[in-house]
């Protein structure tokens, strides 16, 4: 009896744990929400981080491979990308404002963006914190890491310049 009496208080105890570390982890798409501020587009055709540090000066892509990307790509430039709950995300454009849909696929790591059209477009998630975002554009070409997107969530930017 007294044995049974520890498993019980073990399998509590492992509960409870697992239930505080849950609570601490948010979820990719708990992240995701809110409005980043597209900061810089970054070309790059590498396979290692030496790869990297050698090629940093130059420009990595062909052009041949830069058309091919580009029948697949939607170019986004200097946007406000606003994700709400609701599975809509607002493009906000110099000029223009864009009404997408998303959606995080896999583990959350692909980020699925639809457009009105039912163009769609899908990107690696490479880096989601509080504060910033990396994505990485996912084509059928296998051009991986070729255009890697960074962000700042603009509500941080915002309350670190006050």
């Known amino acids: 009896m007294i044995h049974f009496g520890r498993y019980i208080f073990l399998f509590i105890l492992i509960a409870w744990c697992f239930v505080h570390l849950k609570r601490q982890v948010q979820s990719p798409e708990r992240l995701l929400l809110g409005t980043w501020n597209e900061r810089q587009w970054q070309y790059e055709k590498v ?20 058309d091919q990307l580009g029948k697949h790509l939607v170019v986004h430039s200097a946007e406000i990308w606003e994700f709400r709950r609701d599975g809509s995300l607002v493009l906000h454009g110099r000029d223009t404002t864009k009404a997408v849909r998303w959606k995080l696929k896999g583990r959350g790591h692909i980020l699925e963006l639809e457009y009105a ?46």
């Not at 396979?47 to 830069?66: E, F, G, M, W, Y």
């Open 47 to 66: 396979n290692a981080p030496a790869d990297l540090k050698r090629l940093q000066a130059q420009d990595t892509i062909a052009q041949s491979v830069k």
């Open 117 to 162: 059209n039912k163009v769609i477009e899908h990107y690696n998630l490479s880096e989601l914190t509080p504060a910033h975002m990396a994505l990485n554009f996912d084509s059928d070409i296998q051009v991986k890491g070729i255009a890697k997107l960074t962000f700042d969530k603009l509500d941080r930017v915002t309350k670190i310049q006050q």
